[in-house]
Every structure is written in structure tokens, then in C-alpha cells.
């Protein structure tokens, strides 16, 4: 038994299967000694064991510090995967109690009954690799056999239910929250890319008053500018000033506006051309302190979606509205509540695939990854199959073609790669562009010395002009004092 990370970047569709190395330790320090552990190695120049040799999958003690500072170490050290064993047991897990207790001989042995959720402590933004919690009853097996110096090869994987040629997909956030905004800002051509292979649902995270107990038992509001509908429908407070700036109730009001937005104008195709319009307009114009809720704002950006904003405030309305003051229940807000207990969401934002939480950050590629993944055998469309092996596949889909879609340099230091010779025209390009800037600059610098000899040559004919002479000397008066006057370019 185990359960995944909810950070790190894990391959969607894929697997990764390498020799299990046991750390034997918790992984908790800066320095990570690679030349300890199980199996042991042979020892090498130095006198000392050998490292673990790459590419490999560590497991690590839980305990002492965070699940995300054990597995940022363990990728430090070359880690292509980690699996943390779990050193506590669960409490319906009659075998591992009984071991535990013949091991430390102790009648109380302490227990969870359900295994502990992996969260980010915040700092996990930088761990790509995937990992694993692993209950203590199978670790103790498998370190059983790394003790003895076997050799474990272990597969760890990420299957997406592919119950048929459509892949259902939903996107859990709040109007409030930012990391989303980048995805959300550029889904809009990938989701028309996948045309009516996906169907996408967007859902809004709203706290049940009822259970939080802003909701009183006379019908009071007792969450002040957090909640809706006498305390219903509530939000956390963006800038946490209840009597300014963006309230929990204007995220509550916007949530209800974008689950109506789609029920009209998204949920017929599933792609919701209309709904993305909003959603990027709003992030735009509207995602502001000052007119998160403002009324022109918001009628100003559904006019420019082409959306009816009569019929989405007659929807929001009908719904139950989200009048403060009013203890009534809102039907599309109550129906919000229920997918979010179904689903078991716990981290904002979240993406569900065939109804499984993809893990990690949110990034458009691995969203991508796991919908191509998602189809029974034989239904991906044409899209999955050209960027499948694509670095980036959100260009990818986007251009239809992976080698199209790159961008300059995109395909890295490859000698005969296309990332070199777009390099070398860059360079080349630059280069001219040098060798024109100086050679003006030279231009320009030899026409001023050119009209300072000049304006020279003048004064000195000036000055020493003959007084006296005969006719032909006249003459040649005549022409000195013309070329001094009129700069004529007379050869000298």
C-alpha cells in the first residue's frame, strides 16, 4: 500500500523502474552521505563504499523533518524517485502491531489509522522528482531483503483510468488564488486542440458554512464579510482585512458567476471557448483590488466574451442568489459542496483525470500528459501521438507538430540539431547588425574630419588672398574666394 506525494513532478501515463537503495537514514541534514545504506556496495579507490550508482530510487526514513525536505534531499543526491517508509503503523494492521511489539517489547504500540497525506510545506516548488509513502508493514518486507544485500528492482507508476475514448477532466480552484492564472490564461487553444476527445469541468472551492460554523443554528451570519447567505456559502479572505479590499463573499459571488458562466456558455461542448474568453479577460481587467466585484468591470468583459450577462445574473438569481442577509440555500453552490466531498479535494489548485488528483505543480504539459494518458487503447487522438516524446508539449499541441512548434534554440546543443544552426543565424544576424553600426559610425566620423579640412582650407584662402595682381591673378581670386564661400568640392 501506498500513497503519492502531492508535489514533484510525476510522469503521467509512465514508469520508472530502478534499483531500491536504502538510505538508512531520515535524510533530514544539508550534507547526504551517498556511502551508506543497503545493499552494501564493494568499496572503491578511497577505501570508502561505493555511491549509489545513478540512476537510482532511494527510500528514506519518515520522521524528524518535512516529507519535502527528505525528497529535495534525496533528488540532491541523484535520486530518480523516492520512497519514504512509514514508521508507524496502522491501527488495523494486526501484523505490523505484532511485530513492532516483539521488536521493541513494549505492550502499548501507537498507531494511525490512516495513512499520512504528503503535503508541501510550502518549499516544494523546486522538487521535480515523484514519491511514494509506503505503509510500514510492506517497508519492513522490503528492507528485509536490502538488509541481505539483494538487489530490489522497483517499478513505481502512474496509470490514469482509460475507461473509453473520452477523458473527463476537472479543474478545482478559487477565483482568489494565482497560481492557476498562468494555465488558465493559455488552456483555452490547447482545450480546442483536444476538440470533443475531453470534456472539462471547471469547479469553484467554497467552504460549507454550515460545517464551519459560520452558518449559526438561529440562521446568523457569524463569519461577517467571509460568507454568503447567512453564513451558507463562505471564502477565505484574500488580503485578511474583513472590512476592505476583496471579501471571502465577492469570492463567493465570482464562483457562483463562472459556475453559471459555464453551465450556459461551456457545458454543452465541454471546451467553452466562451467560458476561457471570461476567465482571461477577468484575469486581465478585473483582477484587482479595486474591481475584483465591480460591476462595470465585470459587464464590460462578458460583453467582449460575447456572453449575456442578463442571463448569467438571471442564473445566479434562480440558483438562490448570495445575499448576505438571506438564509437560503443556493442549489449550483450546494452542488459545488458535493463534488468537493466526493472528490476528497485538499490542495488548491487541483486537476482530477478520469476522477484521479494529478499531483505536483500545475503546468499545462502535465495536464497534457495525463489526458493522452487517460484514453482506452486505440481512441488518442492524433495530437497525443505527435507529442507524445515532445519537450514541450503545450507548444506542441498548440502547432500540431513538435519540431515546428519549438522556439528559437528550443532543441538545445545538439551538434547537428536545429538548436546549433538557429544559434549560428543568430549570431550571424548579430554580427551584421555590428558591422552596420560601425561602419555608419565610421561614415559619419570621416564626413566631420572631411568638413573640418575643409572649413580649414577656407580660412587659410581667406587670409592669404593677393592684394595686387594682374588680370589672371584676379581670376584666380575670384575662384579662391568662390570655393571659400560656396564649399564647392574643388580637388586641391
Given amino acids: 500500500m501506498h500513497r503519492e506525494a502531492l508535489f514533484g513532478a510525476p510522469p503521467y501515463g509512465g514508469t520508472i523502474t530502478q534499483t531500491l537503495y536504502y538510505a538508512d537514514s531520515e535524510l533530514c541534514g544539508p550534507e547526504v552521505d551517498n556511502r551508506i545504506g543497503y545493499p552494501r556496495r564493494d568499496n572503491d579507490d578511497t577505501g570508502k563504499m561505493k555511491p549509489w550508482p545513478s540512476p537510482f530510487i532511494l527510500m528514506v526514513d519518515r520522521g ?271 452542488d459545488e459542496l458535493r463534488a468537493q466531498e466526493e472528490q476528497g479535494v485538499i490542495v488548491l489548485p487541483t486537476v482530477f483525470v478520469n476522477n484521479v488528483a494529478l499531483r505536483g505543480a500545475l503546468s499545462a504539459s502535465t495536464v497534457i500528459s495525463a489526458l493522452c494518458a487517460g484514453f482506452a487503447e486505440g481512441t488518442k487522438p492524433k495530437i497525443c501521438e505527435t507529442c507524445a516524446d515532445c519537450p514541450n508539449k503545450m507548444l506542441c499541441v498548440e502547432y500540431g507538430s513538435c519540431t515546428d512548434s519549438m522556439p528559437s534554440g528550443w532543441k538545445g546543443s545538439s551538434s547537428n540539431g536545429s538548436g546549433e544552426s538557429v544559434s549560428k543565424r543568430f549570431f550571424g544576424l548579430t554580427l551584421l547588425i555590428v558591422c552596420i553600426v560601425f561602419s555608419v559610425g565610421a561614415y559619419v566620423q570621416w564626413k566631420r574630419s572631411q568638413d573640418e579640412v575643409r572649413d580649414q582650407v577656407r580660412g587659410i584662402l581667406s587670409e592669404y588672398m593677393p592684394l595686387e595682381g594682374g588680370e589672371n591673378e584676379g581670376v584666380q581670386m575670384d575662384q579662391r574666394m568662390d570655393f571659400a564661400k560656396n564649399g564647392e568640392n574643388t580637388m586641391l
Fill in 64 to 334: 524528524t523533518c518535512s516529507f519535502a525536505q527528505k525528497i529535495r534531499n534525496a533528488q540532491h543526491a541523484g535520486a530518480a524517485g523516492v520512497i519514504i517508509a512509514d514508521n508507524v503503523c496502522l491501527c488495523t494492521d494486526a501484523v505490523c502491531l505484532n511485530a513492532t511489539a516483539a521488536e521493541t517489547d513494549e505492550f502499548f504500540i501507537p498507531c494511525e489509522q490512516t495513512e499520512p497525506i504528503m503535503a508541501d510545506d510550502g518549499s516544494g516548488g523546486d522538487i521535480t522528482v515523484p514519491a511514494f509513502l509506503m505503509t510500514k508493514h510492506d517497508s519492513m518486507d522490503v528492507k528485509e531483503l536490502l538488509f541481505d544485500d539483494q538487489y530490489v528492482q522497483l517499478e513505481m507508476s502512474w496509470n490514469v483510468p482509460h475507461p473509453d475514448n473520452i477523458v473527463k477532466y476537472e479543474l478545482w480552484t478559487v477565483p482568489s488564488e494565482h497560481v492557476s492564472e498562468e494555465f488558465q490564461s493559455n488552456w483555452k487553444i490547447i482545450s480546442q486542440k483536444f476538440e470533443n476527445h475531453v470534456r472539462f469541468t471547471p469547479r469553484q472551492y467554497i467552504y460549507d458554512g454550515v460545517k464551519t460554523h459560520c452558518h449559526g443554528t438561529n440562521g446568523q451570519n457569524m463569519c461577517s464579510t467571509m460568507c454568503t447567505n447567512s453564513g451558507r456559502y463562505c471564502a477565505m479572505d484574500p488580503d485578511n482585512v474583513l472590512n476592505s479590499g476583496i471579501s471571502g463573499a465577492d469570492v463567493v459571488v465570482e464562483s457562483l458567476r463562472r459556475i453559471c458562466i459555464w453551465s450556459h456558455f461551456g457545458e454543452s461542448d465541454g471546451i467553452g471557448a466562451k467560458y476561457w474568453d471570461y476567465i482571461g479577460l477577468f484575469l486581465k481587467n478585473c483582477d484587482t483590488e479595486d474591481l475584483f466585484s465591480d460591476d462595470k468591470c465585470i459587464k464590460n468583459i462578458m460583453k467582449s466574451a460575447q456572453i449575456d450577462n442578463k442571463r448569467i445574473d438571471r442564473c445566479m438569481e434562480d440558483s438562490g442568489g448570495t445575499d448576505a442577509t438571506v438564509n437560503k440555500a443556493n442549489t449550483q453552490l450546494d
